[in-house]
């Protein structure tokens, strides 16, 4: 053993800079929050512009919750663990600067682009390609450096805070990569390879795992660490810990197939990822109690010190989503929580309690310490955002919980004569309205409390000394590895009465292996990422085996270049994030929407737009509902046609123009990805021109404005089209290479 | 034939499904391994890493292997 010690610093400067960052950002992620939680109780706060639309902002709030708030929380707390759990300071500092100012900018140009509609419209990976390549690099950084620190560690045992923040490297790297493969149809604009079924599978996979481990895997790792640095004692179970962290890797991602019912998975894996759901159950409980035991015999620690507090709240919350989770992943359960408030309501137990205490904890734990102060500022006023929080998660929730399950029954209900009870679908927006105040409340306060530890933080800088002490540490490098590097010679078997392949069986259950992993960064990662890929692959293979599984409906045809067009509209407006696109097999959908949506409807929908949640109707057939007219108006003041809609209203489409010159690319964008365009690839804008004066001419006939050329126009082509097809009759012989359908009045 | 087209055709599903099981019996031995009575001492001594932040560290005599051949 080496005896020599090394000395070393370690790096907290990265560290202050990400918690200045998360504080920063988490204010605004929970002001436009609150901002869109009003819009949707009061229609006037959208404000009548185009950047500040319900479903422009809402990708916004998101973005800026997951990646911002959440991402900075993540890389302020991996920063400092991982060069106090593996003894060295950072691989380069270049690097983590790069790696923090590289991610401030992505935040920027999220911000200086959503609010413009410039969007993929994927949930959650709604950044447009340059700003997706950006993120690719900026993470190839972070790993780099964090990889880097592993390989000059001065710690042998890599421990399992560790291994969370390698999962999550690994998987983050792997799901960015598979669910961003476009075609740029210019700087600002992307489509999917993938269409219909398979682009919703794709993404949904991605965002199935993102909540895994960007949400899940880094805050575990978190907790790991900093409860018991908080609580000053080590983790209850470390074994339990190790378990939670494989099982998380293992059944997670193969308790995918969930999503997948009714495909083209074999049945008996399709009834393996249910059984994996439910078992998921065992893991997230079993890290909950691990968490909570660690605070055995210090719960009066607990009462007074609001670190603990927080993440005493945190876990807990932790614990309740992923009950819900696989409850939620239950059909008969997911028939009525779909498209409702119940989701929201899940996802934010999710974000306000896990993601959002755990990083409250983390922060106020990291505050004295990173700006040596020995003390928060004002531990009182921690207490107060503490009370502030929890009780505004609970408003929160609790409201929308019950706004969720309320509409949820409204829809589905029918009266004695066998008709839908609230035919209408606003009556059902209007009776939660007032359950919609209650979460501003909510909002409201947990922002004011976010507000306050930003303050508290603040003024702990303040605080701090003139000149920070950096101490010197000192460990001894690492010497050879002594460890059960190889399967021992045969010969030594041997010499102990064992045949080899006795030995091999022996080794191989003995896990020794295992045993190498844990020291064996590199084998350790190649591990974690295989079992990632394998079983990604095992979800992904399935839905590319759909396009030959759908059934193709021959009279379905591609949009036409007008349309298409409009349908961009549709994207940038984010309309989807307030309407789906999917309308179920249930006499519930199919009286109040019509024809149920079959998959091949959707083989031209690059990307998808089944949308996710209905705070209006469904709008798949909504093509030839209504007359132009009746569009022009609704889209100019929606109130004006539905009293008590809380629709915003879309002024700008009047004022805008279409875009000719940007029709012909995107045309040809979409004839890569093997949409049959056939003449339309020489004439897009030419039979753009021609449809829109048509339905310029329709207008007026219906006795309505002359909105020559006007971005409205595109939009209503393509709301006329949606959901059209199948009511037609296929087109014959060679015209199945074009575009044939008609717009419908 | 688009990506998916051939995807579709390269009968990658086995792949998945050996996977599937080689992964269940790895997790299964991971299990056995770390709750075995041998390892206990171990690991519970590294759960203690994050309590010294700042004491000098030199190796820890519990990340050497006492049950292993040693070189």
């Given at each position: ?21 998360t ?46 708030f959440a991402?900075?929380a993540i890389f302020a707390a991996v920063?400092y663990s991982s060069?106090r759990l ?71 045992h890599i421990y399992v805070a560790i291994w969370f923040y390698i999962a999550t490297?690994?998987t ?39 909540v895994a481990f960007f949400l899940t895997t880094p805050f575990l790792g978190l907790m790991y660490y900093y409860l018991p640095k908080a609580a000053n004692r080590p983790v209850f179970s470390y074994r339990l810990s190790i378990l939670h962290f494989w099982s998380l890797v293992f059944i997670y991602?193969?308790a ?22 439910v078992m998921l159950w065992m893991p997230s409980w079993g890290g909950m109690i691990n968490g909570l035991l660690t605070l055995r015999g210090a719960w009066n620690k607990v009462a007074r010190d609001p670190v603990l507090k927080f993440f005493v709240v945190g876990i807990t919350f932790y614990g309740m989503s992923t009950f819900e989770g696989p409850l ?18 899940h996802v934010h137990s999710g974000a306000l309690g896990w993601n959002g205490f755990m990083t409250f904890g983390l922060v106020y734990w990291l505050a004295?310490r ?12 921690a207490e107060?955002h503490f009370w502030?929080g929890t009780?505004?998660i609970l408003?929160?929730i ?55 530890a ?64 844990e ?227 | ?29 991971v299990v056995?391994?770390t709750f075995?009575?041998?390892r206990k001492?171990?690991l519970e001594e590294a759960g203690r890493i994050p309590l010294d932040d ?18």
């Amino acid at each position: 053993m080496s005896t020599e010690v090394e000395k070393f610093r370690y790096d907290d400067d990265i560290v202050r800079k990400f918690v200045g960052a998360t504080l920063l950002w988490g204010a605004v992620a929970m002001l436009v929050g609150v901002i869109i939680a009003l819009q949707l109780a009061l229609p006037a706060a959208n404000l009548d512009l185009p950047y500040t639309t319900f479903g422009r902002l809402r990708p916004l709030h998101t973005n800026a919750a997951i990646f911002a708030f959440a991402g900075n929380a993540i890389f302020a707390a991996v920063y400092y663990s991982s060069q106090r759990l593996l003894k060295a300071r950072m691989f380069n500092d270049k690097l983590s600067k790069a790696h923090f100012w590289g991610w401030q900018g992505i935040i920027v140009s999220a911000a200086l682009t959503l609010p413009f509609g410039i969007t993929q419209s994927r949930e959650y990976a709604e950044l447009e390609w340059p700003i997706d390549l950006a993120i690719a690099v900026v993470w190839v950084i972070f790993a780099i450096n964090f990889f880097g620190t592993i390989a000059k560690r001065r710690e042998r045992h890599i421990y399992v805070a560790i291994w969370f923040y390698i999962a999550t490297i690994v998987t983050v790297a792997i799901l960015h990569i598979f669910n961003n493969i476009w075609i740029p149809a210019g700087l600002t604009k992307s489509y999917s390879v993938y269409a219909g079924v398979q682009d919703a599978f794709m993404q949904w996979w991605y965002g199935h795992n993102a909540v895994a481990f960007f949400l899940t895997t880094p805050f575990l790792g978190l907790m790991y660490y900093y409860l018991p640095k908080a609580a000053n004692r080590p983790v209850f179970s470390y074994r339990l810990s190790i378990l939670h962290f494989w099982s998380l890797v293992f059944i997670y991602i193969w308790a995918g197939p969930h999503h997948l019912h009714y495909t083209a998975l074999p049945e008996w894996a399709s009834t393996l990822g249910m059984i994996f759901s439910v078992m998921l159950w065992m893991p997230s409980w079993g890290g909950m109690i691990n968490g909570l035991l660690t605070l055995r015999g210090a719960w009066n620690k607990v009462a007074r010190d609001p670190v603990l507090k927080f993440f005493v709240v945190g876990i807990t919350f932790y614990g309740m989503s992923t009950f819900e989770g696989p409850l939620l992943s239950i059909k008969s359960v997911n028939s009525l929580s779909h498209y409702t408030d119940w989701t929201i309501a899940h996802v934010h137990s999710g974000a306000l309690g896990w993601n959002g205490f755990m990083t409250f904890g983390l922060v106020y734990w990291l505050a004295p310490r990173i700006f040596q102060t020995k003390e928060i500022y004002s531990k009182k006023l921690a207490e107060v955002h503490f009370w502030l929080g929890t009780i505004g998660i609970l408003f929160y929730i609790v409201a929308i919980y019950a706004a969720g399950v309320t509409q949820g029954l409204m829809w589905r209900a029918f009266d004695e004569s066998g008709r839908l009870a609230y035919p209408n679908f606003v009556e059902t927006v209007t009776e939660i309205i007032p359950m919609y105040w209650v979460r501003v409340v909510g909002g409201v306060m947990y922002l004011v409390g976010m507000l306050l530890a930003a303050y508290n933080v603040f003024m702990t800088w303040t605080k701090r000394p003139e000149k920070y002490d950096e101490p010197v540490i000192e460990a001894a490098p690492l010497g050879e590895d002594t460890g059960p590097e190889h399967a021992p010679e045969p010969e030594l078997a041997k010499a102990g009465g064992m045949l080899p392949s006795a030995y091999k069986i022996a080794y191989f259950v003995e896990a020794k292996w295992h045993r190498i992993w844990e020291r064996k960064v590199f084998k350790f990662t190649v591990m974690t990422t295989l079992a990632v890929i394998t079983a990604s692959l095992f979800e992904i293979i399935p839905t590319f085996l759909i396009k030959s599984n759908v059934p193709t409906i021959a009279s379905v045809q591609p949009y036409k270049p007008l349309e298409l067009y409009g349908r961009d509209i549709y994207i940038a407006e984010g309309c989807y994030n307030c309407h789906s696109q999917m309308i179920r097999p249930f006499r519930a959908e199919t009286e109040r929407y019509g024809e149920y949506s079959k998959p091949g409807e959707f083989v031209y929908d690059h990307p998808f737009q089944w949308g996710s949640r209905r705070i209006g109707p469904d709008l798949h057939r909504i093509g030839g509902k209504y007359s132009h007219m009746w569009h022009v108006r609704h889209m100019k003041n929606p109130r004006e046609v539905v009293d008590l809609s809380i629709m915003p209203a879309y002024p700008h489409m009047f004022d805008d123009d279409i875009a000719y010159d940007v029709i012909q690319p995107r045309v040809d964008a979409m004839a890569m990805l093997g949409v049959p365009y056939g003449e339309a690839v020489n004439s897009a804008e030419d039979m753009a021109r021609q449809q829109a004066e048509q339905i310029r001419q329709e207008i007026l006939a219906e006795g309505g404005p002359d909105l020559k050329d006007k971005d409205i126009i595109a939009l209503i082509a393509y709301l006329q089209r949606l959901g059209t097809d199948i009511f037609k009759t296929p087109p014959e012989g060679d015209g199945a290479q074009e575009p044939t359908a008609a717009v419908n009045h | 034939m688009g990506l998916s087209g051939i995807m579709g055709k390269a009968g990658l599903e086995i792949y998945a499904e050996a996977g599937l099981v080689i992964f269940l019996v790895v997790f299964a031995a991971v299990v056995w391994n770390t709750f075995r009575k041998g390892r206990k001492e171990e690991l519970e001594e590294a759960g203690r890493i994050p309590l010294d932040d700042f004491v000098p560290v030199h190796e820890r005599p519990g990340s050497q292997d006492d049950d292993e051949v040693t070189s």
